[in-house]
Nanobody, 128 residues
Framework: QVQLVESGGGLVQAGDSLRLSCAAS????????MGWFRQAPGKDREFVAT????????YYANSVKGRFTVSRDNAKNTLYLQMSSLKPEDPAVYYC?????????????????????WGQGTQVTVSS
């Protein structure tokens, strides 16, 4: 079992930057693909970014490409999401997720149902 705890959310102004962290415990995440998702009120949870176990591969939603950067520090068992140029449409609860990697399987995943482990989320609010 992997336990995930997000942190770093808060209230910022449009155009500001924010870095989210996701601390894992229970198991090392070095053999897990990781992802970030977000959910705004009244909307479905949507994909934001994903990163392979080795960090060699990343993939982003079009809405955040060029503004957000996903990274990981396996030695610290932590996933990050650096968010820049935040827009009024970015506010949501941001969740990190993990799924175990298997040789021969895809290295990144962009669907909610593909992840087995989830954090409790951290709120990001953007004022215009």
């Amino acid at each position: 079992q992997v336990q995930l705890v997000e942190s770093g959310g808060g209230l910022v102004q449009a155009g500001d930057s924010l870095r989210l962290s996701c601390a894992a415990s229970g198991r090392t995440i070095s053999s897990y693909a990781m992802g970030w998702f977000r959910q705004a009120p009244g909307k479905d949870r949507e994909f934001v970014a994903t990163i392979s176990w080795s960090a060699a591969n990343t993939y982003y939603a079009n809405s955040v490409k060029g503004r957000f950067t996903v990274s990981r520090d396996n030695a610290k068992n932590t996933l990050y999401l650096q968010m820049s140029s935040l827009k009024p449409e970015d506010p949501a609860v941001y969740y990190c997720a993990a799924r175990s990697y298997r040789p021969g399987a895809p290295s990144t995943y962009d669907r909610v149902g593909e992840y087995a482990y989830w954090g409790q989320g951290t709120q990001v609010t953007v004022s215009s």
